[in-house]
């Protein structure tokens, strides 16, 4: 019980230090605004310019916060129902997969749902061959995975490339290599109108859905007996967390790091019991991206690509983690 | 529905038959030990009973039920499994590993509930870790895990629960542990089928003994009956001698090395 009371705290504090973050992250940026000045902004009274800065800082906010939130909450997934601390989107290969889907969409110029359907469906691909693979070199052990999603990832890294070679420098390209790095520079409200619902749907999913995702970490036997059917769970709970990846992908490309080091974070927070672990990974993913980009949008005059600056949070945290490797995924 | 009975009962793996003309019965609050020789497809016949196989040819009756026309939800009220030699690799903490039991009672977005917490403290008492609670999974002894694979087991409320080798992992004191757990549950009237090597531990728990002397020949009775030396040194291929202890009031089995 005394172990529960914790957890709500810390639930409370990460929900106050997340409002806190998103205040001062509408505050900070090549022009500097007060707090007052954000605060009228939320009560109608801003000037107008301040308005539209401000405007465009919440929009991409709430694009950071989702984005951070649903890769963080499909690397808990992926790491849960594959009973593996290694797993996330990018190590598994759909990150980069969902990335090729939404390439191939952006050099036929097709319109925003095509690249979101696209990346959905390369992402979906992707894990079904990663598991094959998997599948195929027979073993047991938890490494096996992590290296068929290397080849994958490889694979679809040089399909990628190809595409790249080909696409029109002038334009397509710009939009392309702006994918592989990942940043919030582009997003506008259109975007993430068209993307948000996924990534809102997906996130409520997964934070229902919760509790039966301890369930599937243990043996197939022992689910079935329990009178769960451990594919039809497994499956639902993999599509989910691609669909996941694939709109973020699509919003603001490949982000690195998030999704595999987070649900760490909020496992050695809470404990593994993904009742708690997975809203707290979702606080934690959207303040960690949140502090990422506003570093990316306010060390230099130009946005820096955001995976650069999520690489520099999580590697040391990474580093951290395998160090003091205890705890097993659930 | 905690009497299972199966006639003809077969199966087969790759086309291979593992098991053939079963006929094995238990009723209210027995326990029933399956022995026989390592490979001669124990795990696979208690996988049957269970449920996990429904391509098996013959019949598995389950109170007046065919066991594979039951949905698996109804049937996880029913019957329980405990696997053998699942390395429960788990940093959950033991009340919330036994409340996964619970599962079948819930929709995949629903989640668990006041009645769901007070059947764990019953079966936290029950296998006698109430003091244990809160200990994360990974920083328990291996009895202690195996008993809380069993109330996992237990949480689900079955009338019959099924166990794959439960003492074959452990060392002596734990192993009477759990023999002692399974006499108290036979006494609340759940039925039990386990596997074992040891034909002591029959003698000590049984109500029933089956022997599962090749895939073709399977042997049930009384522990009387089926726990004599001849039977046993077939069974083995090797001479068991029995002899009866004073203190104990049984029989102990074993083999003179000279």
């Known amino acids: 019980?005394?172990?529960?009371?914790?957890?709500?705290?810390?639930?409370?504090?990460?929900?106050?230090?997340?409002?806190?973050?998103?205040?001062?992250?509408?505050?900070?940026?090549?022009?500097?605004?007060?707090?007052?000045?954000?605060?009228?902004?939320?009560?109608?009274?801003?000037?107008?310019?301040?308005?539209?800065?401000?405007?465009?800082?919440?929009?991409?906010?709430?694009?950071?916060?989702?984005?951070?939130?649903?890769?963080?909450?499909?690397?808990?997934?992926?790491?849960?129902v594959f009973n593996n601390g290694l797993a996330s989107p990018n190590i598994l290969g759909v990150a980069t997969g969902s990335s090729v889907g939404a390439a191939s969409a952006i050099l036929y110029g097709m319109p925003i749902y095509v690249t979101e359907l696209a990346a959905f469906i390369m992402g979906i691909l992707t894990m079904f061959l990663t598991l094959v693979i998997d599948h195929f070199l027979h073993s047991n052990s938890s490494i096996?995975?992590?290296?068929?999603?290397?080849?994958?990832?490889?694979?679809?890294?040089?399909?990628?490339?190809?595409?790249?070679?080909?696409?029109?420098?002038?334009?397509?390209?710009?939009?392309?290599?702006?994918?592989?790095?990942?940043?919030?520079?582009?997003?506008?409200?259109?975007?993430?109108?068209?993307?948000?619902?996924?990534?809102i749907i997906g996130i409520l999913f997964l934070f229902f859905a919760r509790w039966r995702l301890n369930?599937?970490?243990?043996?197939?036997?022992?689910?079935?007996?329990?009178?769960?059917?451990?594919?039809?769970?497994?499956?639902?709970?993999?599509l989910v967390a691609t669909l996941l990846t694939a709109a973020a992908v699509c919003l603001c490309g490949v982000i690195g790091w998030v999704g595999l080091v987070v649900p760490h974070i909020s496992r050695s927070i809470v404990g593994g019991d993904n009742r708690w672990s997975m809203p707290m990974t979702g606080l934690t993913g959207a303040m960690l991206l949140l502090i990422a980009d506003t570093l990316a949008r306010s060390v230099t005059v130009n946005d820096i690509p955001i995976s650069i600056v999520t690489g520099f949070i999580g590697v040391p945290i990474f580093i951290f983690i395998l160090l003091r490797r205890k705890d097993t995924v659930v | 529905m905690s009497e299972i009975a199966t006639k003809k009962l077969s199966f087969a793996y790759d086309q291979k038959k593992i098991i053939d003309n079963v006929d094995l019965s238990i009723s209210d609050g027995q326990i029933l030990v399956i022995l026989g020789p390592n490979g001669i497809g124990k795990s696979t016949l208690l996988s049957c009973?269970?449920?996990?196989?429904?391509?098996?040819?013959?019949?598995?009756?389950?109170?007046d039920q065919e066991l594979r026309t039951i949905p698996k939800k109804v049937l996880s009220h029913h019957v329980a499994l405990v696997s053998q030699g699942v390395n429960v690799k788990s940093s959950l903490k033991l009340t919330d590993y036994l409340l996964l039991g619970r599962s079948a009672f819930h929709s995949i977005f629903s989640q668990p509930n006041q009645n769901d917490q007070l059947q764990v403290d019953r079966v936290l008492t029950q296998i006698g870790l109430e003091d244990y609670r809160d200990i994360s999974l990974q920083?328990?002894?291996?009895?202690?895990?195996?008993?809380?694979?069993?109330?996992?087991?237990?949480?689900?409320?079955?009338?019959?629960?099924?166990?794959?080798?439960?003492?074959?992992?452990?060392?002596?004191?734990?192993?009477?542990?759990?023999?002692?757990?399974?006499?108290?549950?036979?006494?609340?009237?759940?039925?039990?089928?386990?596997?074992?090597?040891?034909?002591?531990?029959?003698?000590?728990?049984?109500?029933?003994?089956?022997?599962?002397?090749?895939?073709?020949?399977?042997?049930?009775?009384?522990?009387?009956?089926?726990?004599?030396?001849?039977?046993?040194?077939?069974?083995?291929?090797?001479?068991?001698?029995?002899?009866?202890?004073?203190?104990?009031?049984?029989?102990?089995?074993?083999?003179?090395?000279?």
């Open chain 1, 215 to 238: 369930v599937l970490a243990l043996d197939e036997a022992t689910i079935k007996t329990i009178g769960i059917n451990p594919t039809v769970n497994r499956n639902l709970m993999i």
């Open chain 2, 49 to 63: 009973l269970s449920g996990l196989h429904k391509s098996y040819s013959g019949s598995i009756q389950l109170g």
């Open chain 1, 1 to 80: 019980m005394a172990k529960r009371h914790k957890n709500k705290i810390a639930m409370v504090f990460a929900i106050v230090v997340l409002i806190v973050l998103i205040v001062l992250a509408m505050m900070i940026g090549r022009y500097h605004l007060t707090l007052q000045e954000v605060m009228s902004y939320f009560l109608n009274g801003a000037s107008s310019s301040t308005k539209l800065i401000l405007k465009l800082r919440f929009t991409r906010i709430l694009a950071v916060i989702l984005v951070g939130a649903g890769l963080s909450m499909a690397g808990t997934t992926f790491q849960s």
């Open chain 2, 139 to 258: 920083d328990m002894s291996g009895g202690q895990k195996q008993l809380a694979q069993i109330g996992r087991a237990l949480v689900q409320e079955p009338q019959l629960l099924i166990m794959d080798e439960p003492t074959s992992a452990l060392d002596y004191k734990n192993q009477i542990l759990v023999l002692k757990l399974i006499k108290a549950l036979s006494d609340n009237n759940i039925s039990i089928i386990i596997s074992t090597h040891d034909p002591n531990q029959a003698m000590m728990v049984g109500d029933l003994v089956g022997l599962l002397i090749d895939n073709q020949t399977y042997i049930q009775g009384s522990t009387e009956e089926i726990l004599t030396e001849k039977y046993l040194s077939d069974l083995y291929k090797t001479p068991i001698v029995s002899t009866y202890n004073q203190q104990l009031h049984r029989n102990i089995f074993g083999t003179r090395m000279d």
């Open chain 1, 144 to 199: 096996t995975l992590i290296l068929a999603g290397i080849i994958m990832a490889g694979l679809m890294q040089s399909i990628l490339g190809s595409i790249k070679y080909i696409a029109d420098p002038e334009d397509q390209l710009q939009s392309i290599v702006y994918w592989e790095m990942g940043s919030f520079m582009k997003v506008d409200l259109s975007s993430l109108f068209s993307v948000a619902p996924i990534l």
